[in-house]
């Protein structure tokens, strides 16, 4: 076996031969540095290679065995050399997936890879994903296979749970009365559970890559795809909770209260959106009903005293806005009183409906009529860009009260007196509106009943109508 100064002087002995001299020696000694330093190159990846390298020979008698391989199944260099590769690293030696693989790169030169379970020297089992190839020798020949391996259990585990947790996930979902969606940041629905299909008529196949915000009202759609452009530029999570009308297929609008969140990475980095949509139709019905009841007299189906002081202060706000005049006429019976004594509550309560039935005739549908109080009823007039002539309107109210009213037998003569107030000649503010549209009411009354009076301009007074005769005085 020739050593390197062997080498080295024969070289140079042939170079000398061959008339190169000192260049050609030179040269021999750079290809040997050369030699050297990739070896050791090698040696060093070899050694700190994260992944586990086993050489062993044709008859699988483990020849090399790096730190990596030590570390993954606890066995040193110095105990694993010379063992038989599948008995050391298979449980029992019985490795079949893995040997079949290394025969398979023994003899078609190709490489495999396989996966199987391993056995530590501790006696614990790990799965490894192994990757076979061959080393030849200087004339082709297989001298040896390289198995490196990878340990995997727990990313498998991962990966079981992984499928675990997303069949748990679809089972509830499919199971769920509520519609349960994903989709991309851009709005492209990636999952669609089959009650969707009752929300919104179509099924989850159809569902699938359409755009959330394609299926909406065009404002909803706007803001939804504002909100999916804040996501995707800068990370701004979407609002968690949306209501709108959901249009369906066969043309209906149902009310809907989503949730959403978003599913992220890791890093927080957002990856989907997840939605779950619930028809609220019946809760909204419900919450508009209730909401009508809390401003609806019971009696006569008016609005009552809380909506009328809030559409008086939005209508003073649009007045201020447009600078328009407003007009409020105060309404107090003429009579009821007597009435209510001597017939009852029931027929009363007969009256006051019949009287909100006239007056709604004569009030037109953009003006508001109210009942505030017991016999008391208001208008709001306005505001208009046409000078408002209030006078008229009440002496048509007063008018739809000429005819007695008929209940349970019984003719009933009603009269009103009105008070008019106006914005801004009375005042600027809805409660001294109301103030002066009551003090002009009280006037009427003393006037003589039955009229109205604007304070404003005294002198508009008008004068007391005269009522038919009947059998109830109106006083």
């Given amino acids: ?38 070896e050791a190159r090698y040696r060093v990846f070899y050694e700190l290679a994260p992944v586990a390298i086993i050489v062993h020979d044709r008859a699988h008698r483990i020849i090399d065995w790096n730190r990596a391989a030590e570390r993954l199944f606890g066995w040193s260099k110095a105990q694993a050399l010379g063992q038989d590769f599948f008995a050391l690293v298979g449980p029992g030696g019985s490795v079949p997936e893995l040997k079949d693989a290394v025969d398979e790169t023994l003899r078609t030169t190709v490489r495999s890879t396989t996966m199987n379970w391993s056995l530590r020297a501790d006696g614990t089992r790990l799965l490894c994903d192994w990757s076979n190839s061959v080393i030849k020798d200087a004339h082709s020949d297989v001298a040896a296979v390289v198995s490196m391996a990878i340990d995997v259990t727990t990313a498998r585990e991962f990966e079981r749970r992984l499928r675990a947790s997303e069949r748990r996930f679809r089972s509830f979902a499919e199971s769920a009365y509520d519609g349960i969606w994903t989709a ?117 189906g008016l609005p009552n005293r809380r909506l009328f002081f809030d ?23 003429d009579g009821f009183k007597v009435i209510n004594d001597s017939h009852g509550h029931l027929v009363g309560d007969e009256v006051l409906r019949a009287v909100a039935d006239r007056f709604a005739t004569v009030v037109r549908e953009s003006d508001s009529l109210a009942r505030v109080a017991g016999d008391e009823f208001t208008v709001l007039l306005g505001p ?80 007391p109508k005269v009522l038919p005769a009947s059998g109830t005085d109106p006083r």
């Fill in 384 to 463: 208009s860009p046409e000078p408002l002539v209030p006078e008229q309107l009440a002496a048509r109210l007063i008018e739809s009260l000429a005819t007695p009213i008929e209940v349970q037998g019984e003719r009933c003569q009603i009269g009103v007196s009105i008070g008019i107030a106006l914005y801004p000649d009375d005042s600027v503010e809805a409660d001294a509106l109301l103030r002066r549209a009551d003090q002009a009411m009280y006037l009427a009354k003393r006037g003589g009943r039955n009229r109205y009076v604007t304070l404003a301009e005294p002198k508009a007074l008008a004068e």
């Fill in 311 to 333: 559409r008086l202060e939005e209508r003073l706000r649009l007045a201020r806005r447009q600078e328009r005049p407003l007009a409020l006429l105060f309404l107090d019976l």
């Fill in 184 to 300: 991309a940041l851009d709005g492209r629905i990636t999952y669609a559970s089959p009650s969707l299909e009752r929300l919104t008529g179509y099924s989850p196949e159809e569902l699938l890559d359409r755009r959330i915000q394609d299926a909406l009202e065009p404002a909803v759609a706007k803001n939804v795809s504002a909100a999916l452009e804040a996501l995707r530029t800068d990370g701004t999570p979407p609002q968690r909770h949306w209501q709108f009308q959901q249009p369906t297929r066969d043309g209906r609008r149902l009310w809907v209260q989503v949730t959403v969140d978003l599913l992220r990475a890791e890093n927080g980095a957002p990856l989907e959106i997840l939605g779950i949509s619930r028809d609220i139709s019946d809760h909204k019905a419900m919450e508009l009903r209730l909401t009508e009841l809390a401003h609806t007299d019971s009696l006569t």
């Fill in 1 to 38: 076996m020739l050593n390197e100064a062997d080498i080295v002087w024969g070289l140079l002995l042939l170079a000398v031969l061959l008339g190169a001299g000192g260049a050609w020696l030179w040269r021999s000694r750079r290809l040997l540095a050369r030699m050297r330093d990739s």
